[in-house]
């Protein structure tokens, strides 16, 4: 099976842009969950889809959102981008127990 | 607040000796723990996982978890200088769902 994919990979925005970021999940599973990932605070969780429905979110602002398809994929966005935006954002597909990692989108804002 | 503690290292072992990374959670309502191994520009990879107190072996790996004094940990026996990466500890926990929390890794070094 074909892991789990993340496009772009390689990103570069300004303060106060939007960027929207995707993600396929590995065929079959159903549940999509996103990370933010920085030196400073390492990996925290942003939010979880299971059925085009979020079942989760931490503790981040509102000017980051997601959302999943039918066929599972799923996107977020972040409006209104600042500094500390700056981040490796990993999209994590699971099957009964196990969540795996893509290869992430690495954000930079200028 | 649920936390995950890992000391950040780096721990630093010779060839062939075994590395001995350790995890603690301040949550006693967790659920699922997983160690994770993540080289520097990658993504992480899970390498373990562990629901039950007690050992668990899958090949140079073990893992440790003793759920009364909210320890997990993971030996790497025949430490290898491809197995020089960053260990993440993650725990899921009762009523958060798929949720991982993680710790802030464990930078392991492991030297020919």
């Known amino acids: 099976k074909a892991g789990v994919t993340q496009t772009p990979r390689y990103l570069i925005k300004t303060r106060g842009q939007q960027v929207t970021l995707s993600c396929s999940p590995i065929s079959g599973h159903r549940s999509v969950s996103w990370y933010q990932q920085t030196p400073g605070q390492g990996l925290q969780f942003l939010f979880e889809y299971f059925s085009e429905t979020q079942r989760n979110k931490g503790n981040f602002p509102g000017r980051f959102s997601g959302r999943q398809f039918s066929n599972s994929r799923s996107e977020m966005n972040v409006s209104t981008l600042e500094l500390g935006d700056s981040a490796l954002y990993l999209c994590?597909?699971?099957?009964?127990?196990?969540?795996?990692f893509g290869p992430g989108t690495r954000l930079t804002v200028l | 607040q649920k936390e995950v503690e890992q000391n950040s290292g780096p721990l630093s072992v010779p060839e062939g000796a075994i590395a001995s990374l350790n995890c603690t959670y301040s949550d006693r309502g967790s659920q699922s723990f997983f160690w994770y191994r993540q080289y520097s520009g990658k993504s992480p990879e899970l390498i373990m996982s562990?629901?039950?107190?007690g050992d668990k072996e899958d090949g140079r790996f073990t893992a440790q978890l003793n759920k009364a004094s909210q320890y997990v940990s993971l030996l790497i026996r025949d430490s290898q200088p491809s197995d020089s990466a960053t260990y993440l500890c993650?725990?899921?926990?009762?009523?958060?769902?798929?949720?991982?929390?993680f710790g802030g890794g464990t930078r392991l070094m492991v030297k020919p």
């Open positions: 994590a597909s699971k099957d009964t127990d196990t969540q795996y």
């Open positions: 993650a725990v899921t926990y009762n009523n958060a769902g798929n949720m991982l929390t």
């Open positions: 562990i629901y039950s107190n």
